[in-house]
């Protein structure tokens, strides 16, 4: 089974900073990572699919990488609204798994 | 307006069970694998279960295999999860998601239903 493991496990920052969630598989999954986006009693939004790729609608501060079984999300000028936590999933193989996720706090 | 919307959720004793469904709309529903994810309060996300189209193809976490049974039912755009042998560790949110095999995203979701697994 593939283990993601994310990190900070919380951040907190100002509107206006740059913000970088890291998760690492614990073995090869090609580009078969996305990224969520989970608001206090709510469902969970997708927000990057295969690594880097936007979800129509999302705005383009949201932006992934990828750099070996290392996958980024990165939060440009974070704003207000983006304090939530965020979550990757591996697609890889089955089980799916997910990071432990991150807290996004707005100082 | 794609919709998921889950429903039978409750509190349950140890050891009993109980039957989510999972009504969608809005999208080529039997086109789509199927998935559940639950969160524990205040934890993260865990992926418990998925089935193909067809329903020939289904798939668990270890901790539900041989408790949890996945189905759907694609003239009725449901999707169901049988949870036997409830336990306490099972108390979630219980959400429905589409799984796109070509890149692997979960999306949409339900809201959730909530499964207390309580004496």
């Known amino acids: 089974d593939i283990q993601m493991t994310q990190s900070p496990s919380s951040v907190s920052a100002s509107v206006g900073d740059r913000v970088t969630i890291t998760c690492r598989a614990s073995?090869?999954?090609?580009?078969?990572l996305a990224w969520y986006q989970q608001k206090p009693g709510k469902a969970p939004k997708l927000l990057i699919f295969?690594?880097?790729k936007l979800q129509s609608g999302v705005p383009p501060r949201f932006g992934g990488s990828e750099s070996g079984t290392d996958f980024t999300l990165t939060i440009n000028n974070l704003q207000p609204e983006d304090s939530a936590t965020y979550f990757c999933?591996?697609?890889?193989?089955?089980?799916?798994?997910f990071g432990g996720g991150t807290k996004v706090e707005i100082k | 307006e794609v919709q998921l919307v889950e429903s039978g959720g409750a509190l349950v004793q140890p050891g009993g069970s109980l039957r989510l469904s999972c009504a969608a709309s809005g999208f080529s529903f039997s086109s789509h694998y199927m998935s559940w994810v639950r969160q524990a309060p205040g934890k993260g996300l865990e992926w418990v279960a998925i089935i193909a189209q067809d329903g020939s193809d289904q798939h668990y976490v270890d901790s539900v295999r041989g408790r949890f049974t996945i189905s759907r039912d694609n003239a009725e755009n449901s999707l169901y999860l049988q949870m036997d042998g409830l336990g306490p560790d099972d108390t979630a949110v219980y959400f429905c998601a589409a799984f796109g095999t070509s890149s692997g995203w979960l999306d949409p979701w339900g809201q959730g239903a909530l499964v207390t697994v309580s004496s």
């Open positions: 295969l690594a880097s």
């Open positions: 073995q090869v999954i090609s580009s078969y």
């Open positions: 999933q591996q697609a890889k193989s089955f089980p799916l798994s």
